[in-house]
């Protein structure tokens, strides 16, 4: 398949918006690849030399992710993260005084969320939640809650007014899952009810938010056994009558993707032989494990829709000849995401309700330009990009 590399014209609205505010960042028309296969559209953003990968989706198609940047001596790779509606691009600063951000969920209102890092020993902490705002492209931190210490914020509703995560504190040691809540003058952040305190699992488990904003899930801890062994389970929250009640689903500790209004939670457990499986559990605590694509050992549901599609990665064995490959459920049925057939690696990360999904694919540039260093004898280009899918009627 020959691809031909164009640019959008810039967006309007994004680029004059940003314009007005002052704003300094640079905004950028992407290079945007678009491709048309059986029932499907691909926009792929060519905004890498390496590697990019869209990783949230929100329900207007807009996309939030990162790209793989290097120094000026080519030599050190770090991760830039943009947005973009697909016609204007922009990379997100860095919050103040700190050397690393990282955003993972969008809304439909163009808030993200997500930290902000520094070198570990610094007196005012080295973790902060952030929250990112489209209007005038600028960083907020979050407060923890009062009297801890840190906080990291991990999803965000689809108006953008609730914000989950984890506030962190000493003396006596406590991690605990919160909700933040936009009021008329500021961010307030709510602990929700727990049976302990201290909750580790959840700093790599998640705490996730339905789009509606009254339903929330997280792993947290029921006993503390023998030799420092922590036992979390599966809770949920429901937001009823002004507060936060919770409810046990399941014993399985379980690292969370995402939710959708009904209740329904994806994303992936550690089976006995120690192998990722893909999952699915509903309101009630019924469990469903993902069917696998054909020759791959391990995945991860990463993303759900109102009508319950869900979006995910499985993994070949490790090795030369092994790699990830995106893949959809419903209803049972496990199949792959359809991609231009010269495409040997993809992955999944979101989809919104009307089906549009994010994520990352190899795509191969049969044409080289000039600036391209492969000769003939290599072969043609292949980058790992960001791309969104939108499916068609054949």
Not at 1 to 8: E, F, G, K, V
Not at 21 to 48: H, T
Not at 238 to 250: F, R
Request: with cysteine; hydrophobic share 35%.
């Amino acid at each position: 398949m020959t691809i031909q590399l164009r640019s959008l014209p810039w967006c309007f609205s994004l680029a004059c918006l940003l314009g007005t505010l002052g704003c300094a960042q640079e905004i950028a028309p992407p290079q945007v690849l678009n491709l048309e296969g059986s029932g499907f559209q691909l926009r792929v953003f060519d905004n890498s030399d390496t590697l990019s990968s869209a990783s949230a989706i929100n329900s207007l198609g807009h996309i939030l992710g990162f790209r793989e940047t290097v120094d000026e001596s080519g030599n050190i790779f770090s991760r830039t993260y943009f947005f973009s509606d697909g016609q204007s691009s922009l990379d997100l600063p860095i919050l103040q005084d700190f050397s690393n951000t990282e955003v993972t969920a969008l809304s439909d209102a163009g808030i993200a969320v997500g930290f902000a890092s520094r070198a570990v020993g610094n007196p005012d902490g080295s973790l902060a939640a952030i929250v990112w705002d489209l209007k005038n492209n600028q960083l907020t931190r979050l407060a923890p809650f009062p009297g801890d210490g840190i906080c990291h914020a991990q999803d965000v509703s689809a108006d953008g007014t609730r914000i989950t995560g984890y506030t962190t504190g000493s003396e006596p040691s406590r991690l605990r899952p919160c909700v933040w809540t936009l009021t008329e003058k500021s961010w307030e952040c709510e602990v929700l009810p727990t049976i302990k305190k201290f909750n580790p699992f959840l700093m790599s488990s998640g705490v996730v938010i339905s789009p509606d904003g009254k339903r929330i899930a997280a792993c947290i801890t029921e006993r503390f056994l023998e030799n420092g062994i922590v036992d979390s389970s599966l809770y949920a929250w429901e937001y009823k009558d002004g507060k936060w009640d919770p409810s046990k689903l399941t014993s399985e500790q379980m690292h969370l993707r995402d939710i959708n209004n009904d209740g329904i939670i994806v994303g992936r457990i550690t089976q006995a032989n120690g192998q990722k499986a893909p999952c699915v559990i509903d309101w009630s605590g019924e469990l469903t494990l993902i069917d696998l694509l054909p020759n791959c050992v391990s995945g991860e549901a990463m993303g759900i829709n109102k009508s319950g599609l869900v979006v995910g990665v499985c993994d070949e064995p490790s090795g030369p000849e092994g790699g990830p490959h995106a893949f959809l459920w419903k209803a049972g049925k496990t199949t792959p995401l359809t991609l231009p057939k010269d495409t040997l690696y993809s992955s999944a990360s979101a989809v919104n309700d009307v089906g549009q999904i994010a994520g990352l694919a190899d795509i191969t540039f049969a044409e080289k330009n000039s600036e391209d260093t492969q000769t003939e004898d290599t072969g043609p280009l292949v980058k790992s990009l960001a791309f969104v899918w939108t499916p068609t009627k054949n």
